[in-house]
């Protein structure tokens, strides 16, 4: 079962790239859209390229800190905020580019700490906390927006049935993600007991490990979002309100679809959302979130690791050449 389960992933994966490059060639035929895109993307500020790079900074530091507050729920406090950050770094960019976060981030995780002497099954809680954290931020936010303007769901009518786009439907979705939010608080607040599902166990985290996740969790929806916001044109542009639920919608969809990067389906919802904006500078503006949340994040990556493996290498072999220095001291001895 695991090992046709190795290969359902990628095949989700794929099929879903295929199917969005699909539904994006008729979404965009018969238009220029190389020369438009560039033209689109030469249009950006440099100030609102900066804007954007700061976005990426901000969601990758909330990143850091996901790793941060999984830690101190292990109780773990010896390890330095450079090394978690440079870990959780290497990590995301790692996974967001090949997809299937949760396994491939739990491997780079389990190379990097268990150097700092963590578990397999420590690295294990660590990965399922931080996916935990980045779920939570999800329903908090997509909670709060669909509660606010539940019309959101509607930029989606013709692609999507009526009744999940209806904004009383949108509104009644987004008040049962604020009481899941609210039930998880409480239950923190109040050490309930854990919650059992099957087999399964889910511990509530101390309050001062829930009241990090309350900031944080949305932190890096918020950076990451802001890059797309910053990129898109002044001239119909809905807003970060409306920008940042769209991001919320495609990304959840993205990581679900299981293509890596969230190819082409991140596209092709998000663009969707945005029928204001023409949607070639949508597009040119996603292409800068890639560029800022993915690529550049992956060159940084491949690099610290890289080094990284350089360092673990030269210790492997002072340590070989110590035990065969002390053999031959004892031998003579």
């Known amino acids: 079962m695991k090992k046709k389960l190795e290969y359902l992933w990628p095949a989700l994966g794929l099929c879903a790239v295929v ?18 895109v560039w033209s689109a993307l030469r249009s950006i500020s440099v100030q609102n390229y900066l804007l954007a790079g700061a976005g990426s900074l901000l969601a990758y530091i909330a990143l850091a800190w996901y790793d941060r507050i999984a830690l101190l729920h292990l109780g773990v406090k010896h390890i330095s905020w450079v090394f978690i950050s440079l870990c959780s770094f290497t990590t995301y960019a790692l996974s967001h580019n090949i997809g299937a976060s949760v396994f491939s981030g739990a491997m780079v995780r389990y190379r990097a700490y268990s150097t ?34 539940p019309d959101l769901m509607q930029r989606l009518s013709g692609f999507l049935p009526d009744v999940f786009t209806h904004p009383h439907a949108a509104r009644a979705v987004g008040l049962a993600c604020l009481g899941g939010v609210a039930l998880y608080i409480i239950g923190s607040l109040m050490h309930f007991k854990p919650l059992k599902i099957g087999s399964l166990e889910v511990l509530y985290p101390r309050p001062e490990v829930m009241k990090q996740q ?4 949305p932190l890096e929806l918020i ?6 916001y910053f990129a898109l044109p ?3 542009n809905p807003g970060y309100l409306v920008v940042l639920g769209a991001f919320i919608l495609s990304f959840s969809a993205a990581l679900v679809s299981h293509a890596p990067g969230g190819l082409g389906v991140f596209e092709l919802l998000f663009i969707k959302l945005m029928p204001d904006v023409a949607r070639v500078k949508v ?25 990284f493996e350089r360092g673990r290498l030269a210790q492997v072999m ?16």
């Open 19 to 36: 199917g969005s490059f699909y539904l994006l060639y008729h979404e965009f035929r018969g238009e220029s859209v190389g020369s438009e």
């Open 116 to 149: 700092k002497g963590l578990t397999a099954a420590q690295v294990a809680v660590l990965v399922v906390l931080c996916s935990y954290t980045f779920g939570f931020g999800n329903v908090l936010l997509g909670g709060l927006l669909l509660t606010y303007d």
């Open 214 to 217: 309350l900031f944080a969790a």
């Open 223 to 228: 950076g990451s979002a802001s890059i797309i």
């Open 234 to 236: 002044e001239q119909g």
């Open 283 to 307: 597009l040119a503006a996603l292409l800068v979130w890639r560029l800022f949340y993915l690529i550049i994040p992956l060159l940084i990556a491949l690099v610290v690791v890289v080094v």
């Open 318 to 333: 002072r340590d070989a050449r110590r035990a065969d220095a002390a053999m031959r001291k004892e031998e003579v001895d």
